[in-house]
């Protein structure tokens, strides 16, 4: 008894050590061994994947205003929306606060595109937490596996400056290029210009 007793923490110790304790979706731990996973794949295979990166839009409005038990619930909810992204439910993740990851494997810049749409016609109708409904939007960015990046943390950070270049925009979604990156380090400068 005792013996399955420790193999029952063991192994909720090491569910937790990769899945969100929210969402249930696998986390940040999770998503870098997938990442690795993949890359060794795609160079085994010759052939590229797909980092999405997702972000709720104006999610920190809704957290103030309605209180985080409610934000939870939405992300709960935004969760469950996603796991009807057509695709390997393994390769979706929550990275914390309204940040969430999908991959695609083997994929090109066309499924890419049509994969960004479907996840942008998901939020079409809105969340309902309760008796109440929002109306949510995301903001994706795109960066592929090895031309946007050939490590975990670049690849990362491509995809999360492709993001913000979306929201700016209000585009939906947006694939990274190089030039983002210029404009990026200008904006900061300025802003810090303007503090100082």
Known sequence: E???????IESRINYLAYHDDLTGLPNRGMFAEKVEAEMNR???????????????D?????ND?????????????????LGQF???PDYLFRMGGDEFTIL?????????????????ELFRDPVRVG???YHLSISIGIALYPDDGRDLIQLQQNADTAMYSAKETRNGWKRYLTDMNRKAKERLLLENDLRI
């Open 2 to 8: 005792p013996l399955k007793r420790r193999k029952e």
């Open 65 to 81: 205003s309605l209180g985080h038990a409610v934000g939870d619930q939405l992300l709960v909810a935004v969760a469950h929306r």
């Open 42 to 56: 795609a160079s085994q295979r010759r052939n590229g994947f797909a980092m999405l990166w997702l972000d709720l």
């Open 131 to 133: 008796p109440s409904a």
């Open 58 to 62: 104006r999610f920190k409005t809704i």
């Open 86 to 88: 057509p695709g390997n």
């Open 104 to 120: 695609l494997p083997d994929t090109n810049a066309e499924q890419e595109e049509q994969a960004a749409q479907a996840l942008l």
